[in-house]
């Protein structure tokens, strides 16, 4: 019985490589590639004429990671006629015209009044973030300097306006301009510092406060995850350490490791190997791996004490987990969630997740950009963060 387990397992592990290798197998130029067709269905669905992305659950709102991320996905796939129309919407309608000058507002959409315009000016630094780096990669990817120009603007009001230092830490991005700090404790959100956007920020800018932040990325994860996984929003309090709590310091109703959560996973899954830190942050988040194996799907939410419940999450949770999973060699869990992903396809949308009740999301659709075109090579990030593209080479 025993050596029929054993060949079982063999069997599994060995068809498991086949499917994760089919998938990164896929379609050496974009006519085979689930992630070409998404981002075709993605622009289709959710992107306006004049480059506005429009979350249709969340009231026809836009946000700043809305357009951050379309930029990324515009660049990755080479639509540059796409990138401009995106990038100027945002420049001219959460930026004030000018991204060099002004962060982005991190909400728009139709107010109380009936007029369109900005719902929260405050800003949204992940997405801010993203923004920078998308700039400076287009700058250099497409040889335009005043992509990268803007990139660094940006860069450096993000530098000023975004950054504090804490007692017992260091310097941190806070999760925006205004409204993170108390006098008690700083609220933190775990997601929104990419550490391959860090170190490219720092490779450019050898004088700014980047390289000192990329050094915290992975004490932190260390410091804030419960029972080896992270959590969506975090309060450090100096002498005191790191403790879950809600965007706006309170810790009622419970904290949760959930839609933001789910994005510190990815993260870290995407760094290259060769990354010191690599390592050292998956080591800080075991939970999700060892969850995955005995379970076909990632939990939708993690409580505060780290213990997940039983729901299971939407479709781009597990598209976020393909590099994580990766990363850990968990290869028989990466062909589970491939083939839980691929079930959920609508054939005629080309979108993800069509057997919920609301229809295809706004942010599982971009989960799933990030897991595919990671998982299919189609873009990587380099030991320095600087991004690689199938296009380019």
Not at 75 to 100: I, P
Not at 117 to 135: K, R, T, V
Not at 318 to 336: E, I
Request: charged share 15%.
């Amino acid at each position: 019985m025993a050596r029929s387990l054993g060949l079982l397992g063999l069997f599994f592990s060995l068809f498991s490589g086949l499917i994760v290798g089919y998938a990164y197998a896929q379609s050496p130029q974009g006519s085979q590639s689930d992630h070409a067709r998404l981002w075709q269905a993605y622009v289709g669905r959710f992107i306006s004429s004049d480059g506005r992305v429009i979350d249709p659950q969340g009231g026809d709102r836009t946000t700043s990671e809305g357009q951050s991320y379309a930029l990324f996905f515009a660049l990755v796939n080479n639509d540059r006629a796409r990138f401009e129309k995106v990038l100027e919407w945002t420049e001219g309608n959460l930026a004030a015209g000018d991204l060099g000058a002004h962060l982005p507002a991190w909400s728009w959409g139709k107010g109380k009044d009936g007029n369109w315009g900005a719902l929260d000016a405050n800003s949204a630094s992940d997405s801010d973030l993203w923004i920078a780096y998308d700039l400076i990669e287009a700058g250099r990817l497409w040889n335009d300097p005043h992509y990268a120009t803007l990139g660094r603007r940006l860069a450096s009001v993000i530098a000023h306006k975004e950054i504090a230092t804490l007692s017992g830490i260091g310097p941190v991005l806070l999760p925006g301009a205004k409204g993170f700090q108390f006098p008690q404790f700083s609220v933190l959100n775990p997601s929104y510092m990419p550490l391959f956007i860090l170190q490219r920020l720092a490779a450019i800018d050898r004088e700014g406060p980047w390289a000192n932040l990329a050094m915290q990325v992975p004490t932190i994860l260390e410091r804030s995850a419960k029972n080896g996984f992270a959590m969506d929003w975090v309060c450090y309090t100096p002498g005191e350490g790191f403790a879950p709590c809600q965007a706006n310091g309170h810790k009622s109703p419970d904290p949760l490791g959930s839609y933001d959560a789910i994005r510190v996973y990815l993260w870290a899954g995407m760094l290259p190997d060769t990354t010191p830190a690599k390592a050292r942050i998956l080591h800080a988040l075991p939970g999700m791996n060892a969850y995955m194996q005995q379970h076909p799907a990632p939990p939708e939410k993690v409580n505060s004490d780290g213990v997940p419940m039983n729901t299971p999450g939407p479709v781009g949770f597990s598209a976020a987990l393909l590099p994580y999973l990766s990363g850990n060699s968990n290869q028989a869990s990466v062909a589970q969630q491939l083939v839980r992903i691929k079930s959920q396809l609508d054939e005629k949308s080309n979108l993800y997740g069509a057997g919920y009740g609301t229809g295809p999301t706004y942010y599982d659709q971009n989960l799933v950009l990030f897991g595919s075109g990671w998982i299919e090579k189609r873009y990587q990030f380099g030991s320095s963060g600087e991004l690689l593209v199938r296009w380019s080479r």
